[in-house]
């Protein structure tokens, strides 16, 4: 298994899946950032590295239809 530290990241372009799917409020402001906050790390080593970081997640389930929120 291959870990972060085990990659030349300075220069590099690295695509990182992020779960931001979070709980929101019918107004949609976020009920519990937890999910979000749990990425800072990766991100900022990331960075540190010299990495550019293109963060890559989705919102919401829309159950197979078309929902204009989303």
Known sequence: MKFLKDFELKGKRALVRCDFNVPLS????????????ETIP?????????????????????????VENF
């Open 42 to 66: 990766t991100i900022e080593y990331l960075i540190k590295k010299g990495a550019r970081v293109i963060l890559m997640s989705h919102l919401g389930k829309p159950k197979g239809k078309v």
């Open 26 to 37: 019918p107004k949609g402001e976020i009920l519990d950032d937890f999910r979000i906050k």
